[in-house]
């Protein structure tokens, strides 16, 4: 084989991996610069296939070379790559948890032997198309963002640089009264709220479908209760202090691992609303809250604990012998 052959089929190589339209003016400016190279190499002489061998790996492998060309749009940008990943994470758990509580409290289960195989299909199906649209959304969000929505812009419309211990307080204190007044409702009770506000004029039928498990009213629920109630007093106390303070920001990672656990306990538990698919959506809404906290905590957690264990080392790294 030439060192011409060589280099073609290297020119072939990289321009495949390249957009139709850019083939060819590519594949000439690559071929001239690496027949400009190989005739640097062999002044005076016909260069050899040992000559070109040598040129094309200190070159770079094809695709490499290709990218250099051309970067395919991702199918998710990088700048979303972590909240993909912390979605999936949390709907893939929330949606096994879902399956394990329905296998564990659902009396088809004792039986029926092929309950458990179905429901495990089921969720893995249900899994499946979920990630598909969770990665469908965020293609669309990319391809939006690279056409549509990146203009023109100027570095001083970019946002002033904020104190990241700073707190919003006007929307601390509204976040803090509409978690309070959803709290409220659970506590007195979907079903109640609707019949009060309806005077009792509310269908039977939605009523019903909106009552707590008996079980669940008269065991679980005062515990979410309290739990719920505790994580809301720490925005408020953000808001009192206008900042997130190192011990608030540990309490609330920490209230916040306990209430994950404790939502994860009572989807696998029993019902928590007495009819369906009313209690589904609700434990599946459940599920998914304990798996972003569970995550939004550890992560928490494991940042403070690496900035504590930096700050030792430094001060240790410091001190006088």
């Excluded at 850019?22 to 027949?35: F, M, P």
Aim: glycine share 8%.
């Amino acid at each position: 084989m030439t060192a011409q052959e060589l280099i073609a089929r290297y020119v072939q190589a990289v321009t495949r991996r390249l957009p139709a339209r850019r083939r060819a003016d590519i594949g000439a400016e690559l071929s001239a610069l690496l027949n400009e190279e190989l005739a640097g190499r062999a002044p005076g002489g016909e260069p050899d296939a040992a000559t070109a061998e040598a040129l094309l790996l200190g070159f770079g492998h094809p695709e490499t070379v290709a990218l250099s060309y051309h970067r395919p749009a991702q199918v998710i940008e990088a700048f979303d790559a972590c909240l993909f990943r912390k979605l999936a994470v949390i709907l893939v758990g929330a949606l096994a948890v879902l399956g394990l509580g329905v296998a564990l409290s659902d009396p088809a289960a004792r039986s029926d032997p092929s309950f458990g195989s179905r429901i495990a299909d089921e969720t893995l199906a249900a899994t499946l198309q979920c990630l598909g649209g969770l990665l469908v959304v965020f293609w669309i969000v990319g391809f939006a963002r690279r056409h549509w929505l990146r203009g023109k812009w100027s570095p001083t419309a970019l946002p002033p640089v904020r104190d990241p211990a700073a707190v919003n307080r006007p929307l601390m204190v509204a976040s803090t009264a509409f978690w309070s007044a959803g709290l409220a409702i659970l506590v007195v009770g979907p079903a109640q709220v609707m019949a009060g506000l309806t005077s009792g004029a509310a269908p039977t039928a939605l009523l019903d479908a909106f009552a707590y498990d008996p079980a669940f009213a008269a065991e679980r629920a005062p515990v979410l209760w309290g739990l719920l109630a505790l994580s809301i007093l720490v925005p408020a106390w953000q808001a009192l202090a206008g900042r997130v303070t190192r011990s608030s920001r540990r309490v609330e990672a920490v209230l916040t691992l306990i209430l994950s656990a404790a939502l994860f306990q009572m989807v696998l538990a029993g019902d928590v609303f007495a009819a369906e698919p009313t209690n589904e959506y609700m434990k599946l809404a459940m599920a998914l809250f304990g798996g972003w906290g569970l995550i939004s905590s550890i992560t928490a957690l494991h940042r403070e604990w690496r900035n504590h264990r930096g700050a030792v080392i430094v001060g240790a790294q410091s001190a006088p012998d």
